[in-house]
């Protein structure tokens, strides 16, 4: 076995000309990089541009037949240049050294993995997260993802999705930010932030990937994988800024997508990938398909075979082909036919090594393989604390009529309902590959700290009990068993917690749905404990806004606490019973009915906006506009009240908006003082309101703060449809409240 890599080997003599280390070390990564461009064959290029998935026990005798046998041989050859789906310390260096010691000039691999909202120790998702619009605790929340995927050898994750979209049906909506295009853009920022931290080469930071480039989000309908088709004043103002975000906080990698934009699909986009991405703004990391996206551009209609798929998709800019096998197996040929110009090879080449250099993975391969730290930082009690402190500020109250919550300590007859309420699984949410199974501490569990005087029923199966993360979600739609045994509990209480909702895998990827409402026998169980105690506190765990008109009206007291992840009892103990004051919002608008949908906060006018004593303007017959609970919305266990809105235009470039908060309540709370602004005349029509700016304070009882934001040409400006930014003079329109309705409102003009 060699104990030192080849590739060392390689530069010693390659820069022996200079006759000191000291100036081979004074060489920037971009020389070293341009200097083992010059050693590399064309298929060891194109072999930097390919990446396998996990495919065999390293540690077991090497595969024999099949794709896993030619997986075996492209990694000593030096023909691939990361892996997904490999995890553990003792695996990821018995592949690296496949690489690295055997192959001619010893490249390491990047491990990718898909470390979405925490690896052991799992954090809410990340919707959940953007409820907490508190971007310190994000950023932390992403840091500790990105320690406990580094200890097992993991340096690359393919998050954050940075998709905005206004579509619950959706069910990747638990996988980003949510609706807004502001919020999510600061969201980007501070996941990318905790993941990559100050210094990549440190061996607790991995490289960030943003995605999916580009509009995934707005698929048609809400159905996985669809067309989209949007017009440019959206595509610039509303998908591509969080992108953008994510390339000036130096994403390492950006991944494209499933879907066709405007007909073209994004993974053969030159226009998304090149001009935009790589062109206008400079992004200097690397381009990775999303998984098989390259090969899907034939059933696409797009190529014509994965042959023609491999060209098309090299010369748009995707850089790494995530298992389709296009680039190892036609794109050599494709260059030396003249299809592919070797100089974009280099190009996607050298993105790919330099982000490898950055990581250190040349200084020391195995630098993620170490097994103290593997031991040491999976299930840390600071990891802990952290998700902990995540899940608590992503709650939402949403209703508390009477004051219901929270509920005392010393409350007799406390009934909780609900199969949720025992469920250790299902409360860690989708895309949590690197999890435990069952390890989320249940709702019983956590409110079993503050009450002795609980008592459980468990009401009709909702959920098969087999769901897993690749099969269809099974739901119980006929069988009323335990509804009598629940309803007669509830008789027996003095209040009654209902945990409803989606089971943890009803969302995420190819999990779209055409209703919204809560699944199964779930709403039955809850009308019928109505008829018999009203004193009911909701909580719903779920991966996407619902349609739950019924509930808001009825219901007296309404929590929204997702999927919380591994702390989720102790989260939703903390708040039910007083220890914690609610104070998330809403990242998106909670429709009327699944008929309204998409809805969001910043729509545009339409020519026909106004209430007419007649049929003929923009409304339904049988449903209201406004949506059940808008975005930005959450109440707290206190009261705030808004006062003394006032504008400072005297710096055009600076203009200065405050307001005064005030805390009228008992208790100290926090509150989110959220701007929104309108530009009432623009050469491309703008949306009724956009938020503009967000300050999370804290105030005690009695106790007043001014808020000050100030409004630049940045927040002011809009992207026309030749995607040049301008700022144009006139009336705009300010409101400062407590969500994207209501609040106080005044005007400036901008000159």
Known sequence: MRTQPKLLLLFLFYFALSNTTIMAQRKTISQKVDSLLELMTLEEKVGQMNQYSGFWDATGPAPKVGNAAIKYEHLKKGWVGSMLNVKGVETVRELQKLAVEESRLGIPMIFGFDVIHGYKTIAPIPLAEAASWDMEAIENSAKIAADEASAVGINWTFAPMVDISRDARWGRVMEGGGEDTYLGSEIAKARIKGFQGNDLSQPNTIAACAKHFAAYGFAESGREYNTVDIGTSTLYNAVLPPFHAAVN???????????????????????????????????????????????????????KDLDHASELAANAGSDMDMESWAYITHLVKNVREGKVSEDKINEAVRRILTVKFELGLFDDPYRYCNEQREQERLYHKDHKAGVLEMAKKSIVLLKNEGNLLPISKNQPKIAVIGELANDSNSPLGSWRLGSDDNTAVSVLEGFKKYSNNITYAKGPKIFNPDANFLNEIQVNETDTTGMEEAVNLAKQSDVVIMVLGEHGFQSGEARSRTQLGLPGLQLDLLKEVYKVNQNIVLILMNGRPLTITWEAENIPAILETWQLGSQTGNA?????FGEYNPSGKLPMTFPRSIGQVPIYYNHYSTGRADLEPNVFWSHYSDEKNEP?????????????????????????????????????????????????????????????????????????????????????????????NDYEFVVEPGEFDVMVGTNSQGGLHSSFIKK
């Open 628 to 720: 059940l609970f808008p975005f930005g919305y959450g109440l707290s266990y206190t009261t705030f009240d808004y006062s003394d809105l006032e504008i400072d235009t005297s710096n055009q470039e600076n203009i200065q908006v405050s307001v005064t908060v005030t805390n009228t309540g008992k208790i100290e709370g926090e509150e989110v003082v959220q701007l929104y602004i309108h530009d009432k005349i623009a050469s491309v029509t703008r949306p009724v309101k956009e938020l503009k700016g967000f300050q999370k304070i804290s105030l005690a009882p009695n106790n007043s703060k001014k808020v000050i934001f100030t409004l630049t040409n940045k927040e002011l400006g809009f992207f026309n």
């Open 572 to 576: 939703i103990g903390d708040v039910v």
């Open 249 to 303: 906080s130096d994403v390492k990698t950006v991944m494209n997508g499933f879907n066709l934009l405007n007909g073209v699909p994004v993974t053969g986009s030159s226009f998304l990938q090149r001009d935009i991405l790589k062109g206008k703004w400079g992004f200097e990391g690397f381009v990775i398909s999303d998984w098989a996206s390259i090969s899907e551009l034939v059933p696409h209609g797009y190529a």
